[in-house]
């Protein structure tokens, strides 16, 4: 089999890529691993900025995130039991972030890919990425125990962190960049009214919370939990009462609780991998950076990479085939990626408590929120980072 540019995931980063460059006439293949029911199984980010959602219309793909998203105007900040509105639409003149999950972002993408009649190979076993260094990268893969090999021009490395691609750049072509936080988000999603109509973020002394949605009648909660916590040694019940104590006393008697649907911990990590090309292999999403959750940045990021390397295809094959995008994707990612890196950890430090946080620690953290709520220029600052940096033009 041949294609223009081999795919590898289908999470996010790879199917809005395929929808994009098939949007601007190039061929491509995605290969993944798991079942497409798999994918779509796991409950993962819920907040799409402006510029994913603009990318999502581009690829043609926007219009139930457009119908059933809840386009969000402020989030609200809870610290020593009080909540604070942050105004994200009067502090950026007008913007705005969706409410619309991550698992339906995908399902859309996919039906998209299967009405257009694109190749994805599900269930890939054994995936390998070859001569990406010279003109002719192929990449070879098992079906049923069958072995393929897809002749390509280009490969998008888009597996997520534990994928094949940044593993198959040799380490010394590699530089790295991680820090690993001593707790992680337990998760619950619950089909009960959201507590409030925005997002809360609280900070506590027990710990962080937050309280997200996926719809009027969906709710995504996470507390903060020591990174060794075992997801069976909480009941639904435990969950519930745990957010509770970290709620403020209207949250907390608004509270609706019900049975989980998902319940899950996702450690936090920050990590970036440089540079994001290694001659026709290109990393984009997860594949070549990490975000702790807490500016909802990830999948954001995700979208953002691969709407740079989609133009950046688009005037390879439009232009005599030049490559002077495909030389700047780098680059111009990273800056962004370490833009909203800055953001997400220091969101994080912000709003958790830390083995070392103590007493001081926690007057400290309540000092910088108290700042923050009231001056301008620190909610602007805030407001601007959460609605997402612009892309660049290029
Ligand atoms: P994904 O979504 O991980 O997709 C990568 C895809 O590649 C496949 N794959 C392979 N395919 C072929 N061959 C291989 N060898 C392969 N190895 C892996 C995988 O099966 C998968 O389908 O990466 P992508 O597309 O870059 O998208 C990024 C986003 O998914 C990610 O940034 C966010 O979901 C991060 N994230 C969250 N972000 C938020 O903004 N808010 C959240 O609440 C939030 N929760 C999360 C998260 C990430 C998590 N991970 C990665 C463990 C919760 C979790 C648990
Ligand atoms: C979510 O709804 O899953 C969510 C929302 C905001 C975040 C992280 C996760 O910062």
């Not at 090999?149 to 960049?177: K, M, N, Q």
């Not at 309280?211 to 435990?238: F, G, H, I, L």
């Not at 005599?320 to 994080?348: G, M, N, Q």
């Amino acid at each position: 089999m041949r294609t223009q540019v081999a795919i590898i995931g289908a999470g996010p980063a790879g199917l809005l890529l395929g929808q994009l460059l098939h949007k601007a006439g190039i061929d491509n293949v995605v290969i993944e691993r798991q079942t497409g029911d798999y994918v779509l199984g796991r409950i993962r980010a819920g907040v799409l900025e402006q510029i994913t959602m603009d990318l999502l219309a581009r690829a043609g793909v926007d219009a139930r995130a457009k119908a059933e998203g809840l386009p969000h105007d402020g989030i609200e900040l809870l610290f020593q039991g009080e909540r604070h509105r942050i105004d994200l639409h009067a502090l950026t003149g007008g913007k705005q972030v969706t409410v619309y999950g991550q698992t339906e972002v995908t399902r859309d993408l996919m039906q998209a890919r299967a009405a257009a009649g694109l190749t994805t190979v599900y269930s890939a076993g054994d995936v390998s990425l070859h001569d990406f260094d010279g003109e002719q990268p192929r990449v070879r893969y098992t079906v049923d125990g069958v072995a393929h090999e897809l002749a390509c021009d280009f490969i998008a490395g888009c597996d997520g962190y534990h994928g094949v691609s940044r593993a198959s750049v040799p380490d010394s072509a590699l530089r790295t960049y991680e820090k690993i936080y001593p707790f992680g988000w337990l998760g619950v999603l619950a089909d009960v009214p959201p507590v409030s109509h925005e997002l809360i973020y609280a900070n506590t002394a027990r710990g962080f919370a937050l309280c997200s949605m996926r719809s009027a009648t969906r709710s995504r909660y996470y507390v903060q939990v020591p990174t060794e916590e075992k997801v069976e040694n909480w009941s639904d019940d435990a969950f519930w009462n745990e957010l509770r104590t970290r709620l403020d006393p209207e949250a907390r008697e608004r509270l609706v609780t019900g049975p989980s649907l998902e319940k899950s911990i996702a450690p936090l990590r920050s990590f970036v991998a440089e540079p994001m090309r290694f001659g026709r292999l290109f990393l984009a999403g997860d594949a070549a950076h990490i975000v702790p959750p807490t500016g909802a940045k990830g999948l954001n990021l995700a979208a953002g990479d691969v709407g740079y390397l989609a133009r950046a295809m688009e005037t390879y094959y439009g232009e005599k085939k030049s490559d002077s995008a495909l030389d700047r994707y780098s680059d111009l990612c990273l800056r962004r990626v370490w833009k909203a890196e800055r953001f997400s950890w220091w969101f994080t430090s912000l709003m958790h408590r830390f083995p070392e946080t103590g007493e001081f620690g926690q007057k400290i953290q309540e000092a910088e929120l108290d700042y923050l709520v009231h001056s301008h220029a620190a909610s602007a600052s805030l407001a601007e980072n959460y609605v997402g940096l612009p892309l660049e033009e290029f």
